[in-house]
């Protein structure tokens, strides 16, 4: 175990992405070598299980290389440019993800789950690898935004679609006492695809300098890529499975809806259902997941400052130990009901968050490592920069220092001070310092080892949360609509739960952090008032009675 | 049923003050209080709809059945 912790990040992700697929390989053959029925469920669940994780996958990696893609797509200095790179942004996760819920729902209740999550897929693999070979802004200039938003926009619909058609076609294979426990494979996806997205890029990145990453073809592209290939396999394997079995009994007896969208939201008694499923559970659900998985992340890297690597090193541990909860809390759904296992998840994160997020502030104080534990190395290294400027018709020279002292610690604690002293020449040459900088920012903090592993058990713990409250969501709300509307029904509120509620956390807490700026954890309070809100909606009015029947 | 006027209310005087020509941040420009603002009105608007029909008790009694939707 030592000389593991010892492995360098790279070679740890490499052995934890076989560790985690040795599991996945195992549990599947579990499945496959046990009863036919259960031969049967394995196949459902691996066929859409795969595809979801893959398009998850696609989504993630575009959030994640954000940076380079805005260097090679959205040039700064370019308005037009810059303009297209924040509608990418914003318009896919906002807008578009909740429209493409309504298109391939309402085609999914009209033409059978299979075909529409089939062309979802389809969708998103094929844009994922063709913004890989989109020229960059250098070469095509500005039709190399436009393309990269177009394609970004395809995604956002097909992620919208891809969910309630998974959940829906698995839900619909599963008997009613194992609905939670199947339909919670499908749940795994999501942070599985962070898991296998962060992996892939982590990976390419390790294997190549800085430059040749970031270069115009350079190694950023390999994970858009490597998407088609992921497609190709899933496609493969989707056009091999049957139409859910209910869905096409439904058809063959001629009840299948007319216009899923007017039966979904035209009638009140569904109508009030899908509210109740927004405010009573998905809403929360959407903050806790987002907070945990992302929210956690960038937190770490933009407030706490820890290096880039070791900060993805606890994330993907976080993430890995937590992940196998998710199948663990969709069991015991099937046991005590979905209703208190999702809200306990939102309470959990209503109470533990700010403690959790205060412990990684106050865990991370230089002047606290500073006094406990020797210095064994300093690296001093200074940037001069002189700037000439007119002042009062007099020509002034400054000269601006850039220090940064590269700091080691007894107890493995590393990290960076930068400081900025500006200094005034006068006209006898001599210079006299006119601004010291006297808060000092401190960057790429490393942790010691039992800190890194405390911090990786708060993500852990954090990503349980996820755990709880998303774990049984899709028998919930599959479980809340009839079959002849259920893609549609379920796409909604869900997609508005996670891709608003839950993707405005960013924006909130930056906003909140304008207007408060002396409180570092006041972005928590989104997040937090959105679970409190839904857990007392979701006490009050959600069933925990699991519906046996499905069918109808 | 007064939460969702009030988040509008908030939203739109969030974006009066934060949109800023000179800023940086995703807060300081336009498009991105404008798609929030766009989503989240019919999203409050189905906030106030959920408040008067669990005022009126319509949620005291969940159908149990799909016929009953």
């Known amino acids: ?552 | 049923m007064i939460l969702a006027p009030v988040v509008i209310y908030f939203l739109v005087m969030g974006a009066v003050h934060n949109i800023n020509s000179a800023g940086t941040k995703d807060i300081n420009k336009p498009i991105p209080w404008l798609i929030i603002i766009a989503i989240f009105t019919p999203i409050a608007i189905g906030l106030m709809i959920f408040g008067f029909y669990s005022l009126k008790g319509e949620y005291d009694q969940l159908p149990e059945r799909s016929d009953e939707l």
């Not at chain 1, 309504?102 to 844009?127: A, E, N, Q, Y």
């Not at chain 1, 962060?198 to 970031?214: E, P, Q």
């Not at chain 1, 533990?352 to 230089?366: A, L």
């Not at chain 1, 020279?397 to 400081?419: A, H, M, P, Q, Y």
Request: aromatic letters at 14%; one cysteine or more.
């Open chain 1, 1 to 552: 175990m030592i000389k593991f912790l010892n492995l360098s990040v790279c070679a740890q992700i490499n052995i934890f992405i076989v560790i985690i697929t040795k599991q996945t390989v195992f549990q599947i053959t579990k499945f496959f070598m046990a009863s036919t029925d259960v031969k049967g469920i394995g196949k459902v669940i691996f066929s859409s299980s795969l595809g979801t994780l893959i398009e998850w996958y696609d989504f993630y990696i575009f959030g994640m290389l954000a940076k380079t893609i805005s260097v090679q797509f959205f040039p700064e200095g370019n308005d037009t440019a810059a303009l297209l790179s924040t509608l990418a942004i914003f318009a896919a996760g906002f807008l578009v993800r909740p429209f493409g819920a309504l298109v391939f729902g309402r085609l999914g209740d009209m033409i059978g789950r299979k075909s529409t999550f089939l062309l979802t897929l389809v969708l998103m693999g094929g844009s994922t690898f063709l913004i890989g070979l989109i020229p960059g802004y250098k070469s095509i200039g500005i039709a190399a935004p436009l393309l990269v938003l177009l394609l970004r926009l395809i995604q956002g619909l097909a992620l919208g679609g891809e969910y309630g058609g998974a959940a829906t076609y698995v839900a619909e294979h599963s008997p009613s006492n194992r609905r939670g426990y199947y339909t919670s494979w499908i749940q795994t996806t999501a942070t599985l695809g962070l898991f296998v997205a962060l992996g892939v890029i982590m990976a390419v990145k390790s294997n190549m300098s800085d430059a040749a990453f970031t270069a115009e073809w350079g190694g950023w592209r390999y994970p858009f890529w490597i998407s088609i290939l992921l497609v190709g396999v899933s496609v493969y394997i989707r056009l091999r499975m049957n139409e859910s079995p209910i869905y096409t009994k439904l058809k063959k007896a001629g009840k299948t809806s007319v216009n899923p969208l007017k039966e979904s939201f035209g009638h009140k008694a569904n109508f009030k259902m899908v509210l109740l499923a927004l405010f009573g559970a998905v809403m929360g659900q959407g903050v806790i997941w987002y907070t945990g998985q992302f929210y956690a992340q960038s937190f770490l890297e933009n407030t706490v400052k820890i290096e880039f690597m070791q900060n993805r090193e606890i994330l993907l541990w976080g993430i890995g130990l937590a992940t196998p909860f998710f199948l663990v809390f969709g069991a015991l759904s099937d046991k005590i009901g979905r209703k208190w296992i999702m809200l306990t998840g939102m309470l959990l994160g209503v109470i533990f968050y700010r403690p959790i997020f205060g412990s990684f502030i106050k865990d991370t104080n230089v002047k606290e490592w500073m006094k406990n534990a020797e210095v064994v190395s300093k690296e001093i290294n200074k940037k001069m920069v002189i700037k000439v400027d007119t002042i009062h018709a007099v020509v002034t020279r400054f000269t601006i220092t850039n220090t940064s002292i590269k700091w080691v610690l007894k107890d493995g604690f590393k990290f960076v001070e930068n400081t900025k002293d500006t200094a005034v020449q006068g006209s006898d040459g001599v210079e006299t310092l006119i601004k010291k900088d006297s808060k000092p920012t401190y960057t790429d903090k490393i942790l010691s080892t039992p800190l890194k592993w405390k911090f990786i058990f708060l993500v852990f713990t954090m990503i349980l949360f996820v755990t709880m409250a998303y774990a049984p969501i899709a028998a919930f709300l599959v479980e809340l609509f009839p079959t002849k509307i259920r893609y549609t029904s379920m796409s909604l509120p869900y997609h508005i739960g996670n891709g608003v509620f839950g993707g405005l956390v960013p924006f909130i807490a930056t906003l909140l952090s304008a207007s408060f700026v002396n409180d570092p954890l006041v972005g928590l309070w989104y997040p937090i008032a959105v679970a409190a809100l839904c857990c007392i909606i979701g006490a009050l009015y959600l069933s925990n009675k699991i519906d046996k029947n499905i069918m109808d």
